[in-house]
């Protein structure tokens, strides 16, 4: 009986030793090396990004033939997917943090929670892209719908990646492959989700609340 209850202690001993090692073995300067990853991704993100919305304002003020945006813009709907977009921000917030605490079916249920808000903003901009065309602005249309197409469609698979990841991130929580104490991936699918967030909030400000701004005035 004693020597049964030593081998689990040798055996519980073992797997923390194995567990602090992979803690010090897989990070870098304190940070673990998937956190030092994404945060390299995120910043080549920052970088492609930042050149799609700069040529996007380099041709808009080129674009001679109709239609322009002051002509399609409709700030009301995408104001509604972008508040849609910032509370997802606010729920996956929620779900780290249920899942640094130990509560992982809390944690599951917030970004799940997170996912839907992200799949109702990609539903607003396949509509809104359907509302465009009809107003016969196409990806070929003039300088400022070949640009405005690829930023916003570029954002929107990222978004549209970002969902498919929580989904499958909910499920290996739900199955018991994620436990409650490891958060770690759960906080670098949340940098991601946040990144995407940022980006359209400055896509949202420089391209349809300026023109909105510039259309009132």
Not at 14 to 26: F, M, P, Q, R, T
Not at 86 to 114: E, Q
Not at 123 to 137: K, N, R
Not at 184 to 204: C, R
């Amino acid at each position: 009986m004693l020597s049964a209850e030593a081998a689990h202690t040798d055996t519980h001993d073992a797997h923390d030793a194995h567990g602090h090692h992979d803690l010090v073995e897989n990070n870098f300067m304190g940070v673990p090396n998937i956190k030092l990853a994404m945060w390299a991704f995120l910043g080549s993100e920052c970088m492609f990004f930042g050149s799609l919305i700069g040529t996007y304002f380099f041709y808009k003020g080129k674009s001679l033939a109709p239609p322009h945006p002051a002509e399609i813009f409709d700030i009301q709907i995408t104001t509604i997917s972008t508040f849609l977009l910032l509370m997802s921000s606010l729920t996956m917030a929620l779900g780290v943090d249920s899942m640094k605490t130990g509560k992982s079916m809390r944690a599951r249920n917030f970004i799940l929670a997170t996912a839907l808000l992200g799949a109702c903003f990609v539903g607003f901009q396949v509509f809104e892209f359907s509302h465009f065309a009809h107003m016969g602005l196409g990806l070929g249309t003039n300088l400022f719908g070949s640009s405005f197409y690829v930023m916003t469609g570029f954002h929107g698979t990222h978004v549209t990646v970002g969902v498919i990841w929580l989904l499958m991130m909910a499920a290996l929580i739900h199955n018991g492959h994620i436990e409650p104490g490891r958060y770690l991936p759960v906080e670098v699918g949340g940098l991601y989700w946040h990144f995407v967030d940022i980006v359209w909030i400055i896509i949202f400000t420089f391209v349809y609340l300026l023109e909105f701004a510039s259309k009132i005035l």
